[in-house]
């Protein structure tokens, strides 16, 4: 039982940052003008739009309203890197094709961080940057214990795969993304340490060769590769979910997000790996309520798009 209700809170974590919509404000066109249009990217469990909240709260809106050209994309909540990638990928070539751009910025977050990695790595000639928030990028230590502690085949995996799919199930009949091919036992492997690393031996563009260094800032495949994150587990007593944040905190034995490690989620050029964000708060949910301290998630977005438009991309 303890190790089912392991999973179900790495599961219930994953689903609760996603909350609120925010109005496009007033035009101020000019500081997010990147060249080429900027494509968000979920990680586990979540989605674009659901019921008419969004997963990356407010961040669209506040991209948009001085100059970026943004779009979020609708991949598997729970499947293989690969699988998303490649969903991923023909999503990238409908906005090329809508917008008439050469190019698209990636962002993903969390396992959205992989998924665009993927992208890059087979259809370079598409992507300009990938920036990775809060990416697993070498693996998650909450995935190696849920994996490692609930054996395969098992009654516990089977429960906690049906409530995981039933989970899905409603994600997907709120955000319309219902024909979506879904597999919890799939996402969580290609979370692991391990799985992770297998991903990193076929894709290796922009990953640290050392275990906490900056990967190469222009790769070989001339894509530009960022990364940034959090390391604080409870951030704000207003927030209901960093009790769990903090629990999920305590399988780490270095700075974390409560979900992944710090050194996990360097990617290219180290932007920052320590501001006062967990996982959740990186993409400004639950309902923007984030460090009273830190500088507010729409904010770093809005940095990050004014660094590509003056890096060119």
């Given amino acids: 039982m303890k190790r089912l209700t392991t999973l179900l809170l790495f599961c219930f974590i994953a689903f609760t940052s996603h909350a609120s ?21 979920h990680g586990l469990f979540g989605f674009d739009t659901l019921a008419g909240i969004d997963y990356f709260y407010g961040i669209p809106q506040a991209l948009g309203k001085s100059g970026a050209n943004v779009y979020v994309a609708q991949i598997s909540a729970t ?34 961080g992989p998924t665009a990695r993927y992208v890059a790595s087979v259809a370079p000639e598409l992507v300009a940057s990938v920036t990775s928030i809060g990416g697993v990028n070498k693996g998650s230590r909450v995935a190696d214990i849920v994996r490692g502690t609930v054996p395969e085949g098992s009654l516990p995996e089977g429960i906690a795969v049906k409530l995981a799919e039933g989970l899905v199930t409603l994600i997907n009949l709120l955000s319309g993304g219902s024909d979506l091919p879904q597999d919890p036992l799939a996402s969580l492997d290609a ?17 640290p060769t050392s275990d906490c260094g900056e990967g190469d800032y222009i790769a070989d495949n001339g894509v530009y590769y960022y990364s940034w994150t959090g390391t604080r587990n409870f951030t704000n007593a207003l927030d209901p979910t960093d009790a769990a944040i ?56 809005r940095q990050h798009a004014n660094r590509l438009q003056l890096q060119g991309l």
């Fill in 246 to 301: 903090v629990i999920l905190g305590l399988a780490f034995d270095d700075p974390n997000d409560g979900l992944v490690g710090q050194c996990s989620t360097h990617l290219g050029k180290v932007i920052r790996n320590d501001y006062k964000m967990n996982h959740l708060d990186e993409i400004n949910g639950l309902l923007g309520i984030t460090h009273l301290f830190e500088t507010a998630p729409t904010t770093l977005y």
């Fill in 79 to 112: 499947n293989s890197t690969e699988l998303r990638g490649e969903q991923l990928l023909a999503q990238v070539q409908d906005v090329l094709a809508v917008t008439g751009a050469e190019k698209v910025n990636l962002i993903g977050h969390s396992h959205g």
């Fill in 191 to 207: 979370l692991t340490t391990e799985g992770s690393l297998k991903f990193n031996q076929k894709y290796p563009e922009g990953v």
């Fill in 21 to 41: 919509t925010t109005p496009a404000g007033v035009s101020q066109k000019g500081y997010t003008e990147t060249k080429y249009p900027i494509v968000l990217v």
